[in-house]
């Protein structure tokens, strides 16, 4: 008589076991589901600031300056075959307006070198910055030069005839320029030693430093200086 009974609460129980497992899982489920959510608002806000911070250093960097490349000591690393002289000592300082000349000759160990090839080069003013700049214009957007600025090197030998330069160097660093005559055009060549085909890249600028412009001359403030034909300054006629 009490079996039934036995059987109903048993059932019972394990009903109510159910429930509560049921009940359990039901929780557990939404907590994960809850935890899932707030996760994934976290992530969206976290890629929000990623994306406004990788915004801020776009244009952080974009307003900085771009790196400048020191030209001067490039050329100046380079290996050469050949290299351009002077075939005068240059007289220092110059003046502005104050036409001057400066002849050339291609030389190799100091050999003058008889080129077959036309070679063009180019008179260039640099400035002693930290990174050197060349000098075109001044700040009225005014050519520095006037005159001859290029020449031909034709059998080993070239001049730059009447070469006037409008901008004093006092307003510079240094109180001096470089001046810096380079190959530039080649005729295209091949380059061929044994015809004395010389190619631009095997050829070493000339680089006259310290080279002061001033504004105009006085006999009694006139204290001349000169560059050697490789371009150095003659410290003891300096001084």
Request: net charge positive; charged share 25%.
């Amino acid at each position: 008589m009490h079996k039934p009974n036995s059987l109903m609460n048993i059932s019972f129980c394990l009903s109510e076991i159910s429930n509560h497992v049921t009940e359990q899982i039901k929780n557990q489920n939404e907590q994960i589901q809850l935890i899932y959510t707030e996760r994934q608002k976290t992530l969206e806000k976290l890629q929000k600031q990623l994306e406004k911070l990788n915004h801020t250093i776009s244009r952080t960097y974009n307003k900085q300056p771009p790196q400048r490349i020191d030209q001067i000591q490039i050329l100046k690393n380079q290996q050469y075959k050949y290299e351009l002289q002077m075939e005068d000592d240059l007289e220092l300082p110059c003046y502005r307006n104050r036409i001057f000349q400066i002849k050339l000759r291609l030389v190799q160990n100091d050999k003058k070198i008889i080129n077959t090839n036309n070679l063009l080069v180019e008179l260039q003013i640099w400035t002693y910055d930290k990174i050197p700049k060349k000098l075109t214009h001044n700040n009225k957007n005014q050519s520095i030069f006037k005159g001859c600025q290029q020449a031909i090197i034709k059998k080993g030998y070239g001049s730059l005839n009447r070469i006037q330069i409008k901008e004093v160097s006092s307003h510079f660093p240094k109180g001096a320029f470089m001046m810096i005559i380079q190959p530039i055009d080649d005729g295209a060549v091949i380059g061929d030693e044994k015809k004395f085909m010389i190619k631009k890249e095997w050829i070493k600028p000339l680089i006259i430093n310290d080279v002061a412009i001033k504004a105009k001359k006085f006999s009694d403030r006139h204290n001349p200086y000169f560059a050697k034909s490789d371009g150095t300054i003659n410290i003891l006629e300096q001084e």
